[in-house]
C-alpha cells in the first residue's frame, strides 16, 4: 500500500480536516495532528482489513501513530499475507 492510497481511504473513511494538506509531507506527522483520532484510524483499518483480506491487532494499530508506522503494518502483513498464500 502506498501513502496515496492510505489517505485517500482516511479521507473516505474518516473526512479530511480544515486545514490539513495529507498531500503533502505528512508520513511522519502524527495522525493526530493530521485530524485523525484513534476512531477514525479504527475505521480506516477496518476498511483496509474488508479490502485486503488482512488481520491488524488492535495493539498494532495502537502503536501506529503516523502513516509511515501504519503503511510498515499494513504492508507487513499484505507481505505475510501473500506469503500464506
Do not use: H, K, W
Not at 11 to 22: N, S
Not at 43 to 64: F, K, M, N, P
Not at 75 to 80: D, G, P, R
Amino acid at each position: 500500500m502506498t501513502l496515496s492510497e492510505l489517505t485517500n481511504l482516511l479521507r473516505e473513511c474518516a473526512g479530511e480536516a480544515e486545514g490539513v494538506d495529507l498531500d503533502g509531507d505528512v508520513l511522519d506527522t502524527p495522525l493526530a495532528d493530521l485530524g485523525y483520532d484513534s476512531l477514525a484510524v479504527l475505521q480506516t483499518t477496518g476498511r483496509i482489513e474488508r479490502d485486503y483480506d488482512i488481520r491488524l491487532s488492535d495493539d498494532t494499530v495502537a502503536e501506529a501513530t503516523t502513516p509511515r508506522l501504519l503503511l510498515d503494518f499494513i504492508n507487513e502483513s499484505l507481505a505475510q499475507s501473500q506469503q500464506a498464500a
